[in-house]
């Protein structure tokens, strides 16, 4: 990792890694540590709604857990397919149709092909320690959050059915008014928004830097397909287990480093426990991969086959990726500030990126429908002359998919009457995401100059396009905006975010939600500075 | 009702019930009473494009109830649904194949069921009578407005076929015109805009006067669900009943009281008799209630389930209460103005309400979609791998109730995109609905200010959400915006303006539905004089 | 077609029909013909996107000719259909499931079928005459765009997979550019864009003059729905053949008219020989309209059943007409600049024709939605209970015309919530389209005056109604808008534009389409001028 963190030595004289004037406060900080969980805590039972909200949410996932791995096995072991699908005839005594029940084996059957299958008695053992877990987890969650739940009502004054309807603002302002009566936070005289969006954003900060300046390995350049982002949901997980809150990882507890990571001497030993705990982690990913694969592949079916069927069109459908999230975050910045930012720069967005589809895709598409159209049209032509073409076997799963076939095509044409206005577009996504790589400046302006001979348009198109992934991706490959290199030595914005240099940050805390972001005070990340 | 009434006797000594001068006038007219009918039914012709849609409009409602009754009637008795539902066998000659007809029954057996069926034939007389009753009026009506029609071609020199695309100023201003050469209205020289409406809005002011000032028992308390508002068009029909054209109703005729209800003396023995009048009438409902309840439920289903079955998301649409109508409603104001107000506001309004989604319904709904969808996934993949599944038994109707399950589930999940911005929205829905309740000011003005400790937002959900109700609605029970108790007393508006004393009213006769009502000069009623 | 072209003659004396400056140039230009074809294909092949696009596109509508004679042929030749219909028994060996190969006739069969019947060889010979011409004339566009593409690539330096991203100003820039150095044409030291945009749109000035002075006949009057456009593309077809391309038409090659059309005097003779090969035109479109219109029905089968069935709602849909198209095109539009400034005004548009729609249609469309709603919903309910109902002959069928019927009619039903202002509208709408006939200038400015007393509103929905057709239409009769008759005579824009004395066509061809086009400096036509 040595080349990686030259900016980080120069700096690492003044650098500290607790907020300004904390480190030593902590010194004399001993029983409060509940306090600090507290505001991320506070935080979220406000974004989650009230504690009767996250209580239902986290058991109804248990449940899911319980019901996905149940019904899975129910399926592949107490179903007779053949009575369902009619290659085997069912005798009843008083009617000659068939109903489910029929098609469900007696319950001695069923256990005793249960207790035959290795894999499936692997399977729900695996499952279950994963459950008992999560159980734990939960119980440990309620216990906390019932304790913040309190924290609201007695010292908020907030009851738990008006939370849904404040802003975090207004929590805030609490927060800081009780402070003041009360001394909640013993180490500080007077707590100031930027100490509680801190305290709240800790981790997630330390992602954001780390992202911008490219130091986490999530882009390759593979040989066909060029410069491409592999930064998944798992692979997030991962990043935090092994930096944050896993065994053996650079932080203490919730807010400061261990203190052998903040000298410089024993730089190269800490690599190497680093380098050899994260090849542990790999290998138990590897060894429980076959689960997890399973289990998502699963997971996705249950969750978005009802989608396709109903609304095909959704598989085009796009979405801010995990790495454009991060990538695109400030600094103290919370979810759903980042989250009501995108949103509003999601319809331009996705405006935008529709005038680039491909044009090949589209010639391909627009015919590939005609062909699945032609043989929907006498299929169904068919059907309504007389509906017992649909006895015949496979017409009906024809129709289904020669349907989904042609939503899909469709998503890849684009509207006939579609304006085509990319720069306008890309104006109104930029006054939202707050940020523009140096070398877009020239396609920015080129509308009124057109001097520029070098077209930048296809740079752009696979600039964004990584930002953007289908919304129904079951593995969750998620894509972000490339960094652009020339700007991983120029860019002190990182590290001086980090130093709390920053004076218009606390600016930006204070922000409310409803004024639109384009008020901030703050440059704009990258292009400001320009 | 002595409690109720303060201020109306306050105001009786200079309260006339006809419009300011009218009273002497109305001495010496006798035989303009069809001059009187004639601006209401000339305004309805023209919201309803013209004689021949109006005919045809009231025809298909003849033939509608014909329909129904005799559909029901014939489904009840007439159809054998053994044979439909394959529990029985048909034996045919030639093929094989069951046809509808063969589940009909011979004519003989099924009017042998009919006969013998005394609840069928209760229905049937009684509905025989209500049609009749309907068509007479239908020959009435259409006699009336042949009369109007030939006013429209002969004196306003319009067409039946240009009406549509005539708007009522044009209308409104040929009249005047009219007036002036031809002397229509004998009891007044020159005729204004404010003569019309007040002609053609009677009895509605009166209405909205009387929800203003609370008159109604539209609010109730109940134990659990906390205040409610109870306003049908079934209630409604029959406060109309009561007030207006019943047999014993106040009014005389059209435009005027009844003499002895403009007597302060006779007071409580009139009201003795509204009571015991008001008395025959519930207990000629309750005698009624069963058909009406059927008549209902029937028309309900015919109407909605295909809805239902195509867009599910409709069971989710919200609507303008009856209340609401009648709360937001100004005085002197037409139909088609009123429903344009309501209509630009309807989208600020609907995503307003949408911001106050229930967390904890989200939550739910989000979780049962989840396991609904999996039974779904699981039912569509093997329909799609072997379309024989859909010959067992309820398998198709699983497929149908869990989609329409999933997705009435959906209608709850707000979208994820939403910006979430409340008073951004109230403030645009205020511009149209132009009226604000004195202790929603703090909650309009709070995002600047963000002093107010207590959060108003609960109250605001509550206050809106009873303006809205779904718009598939069986029962038609309407809700409506709560009138806060604190204007009762000070409210000078609705007397006021039953009074006459309104010179802003003029003008807004005159208003062009082409200009936005945020022009209007009139000062918006309750909020404005704050 | 002498009373037709009164002013023709007036402006002869001025009138050359080439680009100024051009016909003695013309002289010395032998060899660049080519280059001439050149700049129609290089606009074309930059519109489809390049090459490949362009190459994939051609191919697919030679498969598609293919696949829709073939496809017909099989299925009209090749199906048992007493089989798929179940009125025929199917003996297996194992299994007792029909299977699609099931009805399929063995090949021998299958081709005696088709070797008995005499109108399918007659249809498979026309078919492929026309199939191996339009090969003929694949192989030489494919040549032709071979050097367009080497062209670009040479010449101008873009690859064929960044043109889809380049505007065609940047394009044209280039060639400006190219010319300055290599002098690609020969005849003109200097290149404009006006000289481009001139070779590309000749002929379609020509038919936009034509259209505009109504010297097509194109519209007629008929006994009962009055005035109507008829105006298709196989009448432009048959135009086009006419004029510019077919043998014996006006012109020599696509920049110049034939040196014998250019002098009056042989005027008459010249006028017999167009009407006796119009009549021969006539003559062999008739005798082939039996193949034109199974082939158009056949076409339309394959292309919209299934639209029809997934979204039967786009039947309502509007479109701009082909007649509309031509009627608001500028001179020297290019086909993008035109369908961008259309595409902005549709939206305007088709609100303000839904404004329009017809009352009477509205009331029976609500009504028969009802009729064929309660059958269906009885039809659903009884399916939901009990699937077996679907195995009932016809069911399923009525189901799904019901549901289409009920979508049909919905389409004639405007939103409840509709907000009425079709001035605001129609002022949006001419912002885009550019043209007002005189006429509706009252109209326009009604809503401040309110004094005119006759209603322009059934004109102007006449008028506007056929700018718009259905946009599934088989027999595609494209419609337009009414040319006003006053100002045939008046209007001297027409031949001015073909003469060029307008400087502001100059500025007009430079437009960029990204500027919005209400910034143009060219006046309006018609309405400009009042």
Redesign the interface.
């Known amino acids: 990792m040595a080349h990686f963190d030259t900016e980080y030595q120069r700096l690492e004289a003044s650098y500290s890694d607790s907020p300004p004037g904390e480190e030593n406060l902590l010194m004399h900080v001993t029983n409060n540590l509940t306090m600090f969980l507290n505001f991320h805590h506070v935080y979220n039972l406000h974004q ?3 504690f ?2 996250m209580l ?2 986290e058991i ?1 996932e248990l ?2 857990l319980l ?2 791995v149940g ?1 899975t096995v129910f ?1 592949a072991n107490c179903v007779d397919y053949d009575i ?4 085997k005839f069912v005798n009843h005594t008083n ?1 000659f ?4 029940p ?2 469900f084996l007696p319950v001695d059957v069923c256990s005793a092909h249960i207790r035959d299958n290795t894999f499936v008695i692997f399977v729900l053992i695996i499952s279950g320690v994963f459950w008992l877990h999560r159980f734990v987890k939960f119980i440990y969650n309620v216990c906390c959050y019932w304790e913040i739940r309190s924290f609201y009502i007695h010292a908020l004054k ?1 009851s738990m ?2 939370l ?3 802003t975090w ?2 929590v805030q ?1 609490r927060i800081i008014e009780i402070q003041k009566e009360h001394q909640i936070c013993i180490h500080k005289k007077e707590l100031t928004e930027l100490d509680i969006y801190h305290r709240i954003l800790r981790f997630k900060n330390y992602m954001v830097a780390m992202v911008n300046k490219s130091l986490l390995p999530v882009r390759f350049r593979l040989p066909v397909l060029g410069e491409c982002v592999f930064y998944t949901r798992g692979l997030k997980y991962n990043f935090e287990l092994i930096f944050f809150w896993g065994p053996g990882s650079l932080f203490e507890n919730e807010w400061s480093l261990k203190p052998e990571y903040k000298r410089g001497g024993n730089r190269l030993e800490l690599a190497d426990r680093l380098a050899s705990r994260i090849l542990w982690i790999g290998i138990a990913n590897l060894l429980l991969c076959p689960v997890i694969l399973v289990w998502q592949i699963l997971y996705a ?7 396709i ?2 609304e095909p069109g959704s598989l085009g459908a796009r979405c801010w990726s995990l790495y454009g999230r991060c990538y695109l975050r400030h600094f103290n910045e919370l979810d759903h500030e980042l989250m ?1 930012r995108l ?2 720069g ?2 331009a967005a996705s405006k935008y990126m529709n005038c ?1 589809l491909s ?2 895709l ?3 598409a ?2 590939v429908a ?5 043989l ?3 299929l ?18 024809s129709i ?2 020669l ?1 989904v076939c ?2 899909v095509c469709r998503s890849f044409i684009p509207d ?6 990319p ?2 577009l890309l104006r109104v996504i930029l006054a939202h995401i707050h940020y523009m790589p140096d070398h877009w400046q020239g396609v920015y302006s080129r ?1 009124a100059a ?1 001097s520029g ?1 070098d ?1 930048h ?2 740079h ?2 696979s600039e964004e396009k990584t930002a953007w992934t289908s919304r129904v991706d079951v593995s969750r490959r998620d894509r972000g905006i490339h960094l652009p290199t020339s700007r991983r030595r120029e860019d002190r914005v990182v590290p001086h975010a980090l130093c709390h240099h920053q004076p218009a940050v606390a600016a930006s805390s204070r922000d ?3 004024h639109p972001p384009a008020e901030r005070t703050s440059p704009q990340r990258g292009h400001g500075r320009a």
């Open positions: 989650k709604n009230g009767t909200c239902l949410g109804f449940v899911q019901f996905v019904f399926l369902l699908f009619a290659n009617s149709k068939v109903t489910l029929d098609a907030m059915s008006e849904p309807y404040a603002q207004e302002a079916f249950f969750s978005y086959t009802e989608v069927k109903r009501s949103s509003k999601y319809k680039f044009p090949l589209m010639v391909v627009k015919n005609f062909f699945a159209g032609s929907l049209a006498v169904i032509a068919l059907t309504i002359y007389d509906e017992d073409v649909l006895a015949v076997e496979h017409v009906l799963s289904t998919l349907g042609i939503t006939k009457l579609m304006v085509f206005c720069e306008q509308g057109q001979g077209s348009h296809p752009l198109l409310n939600p409803l």
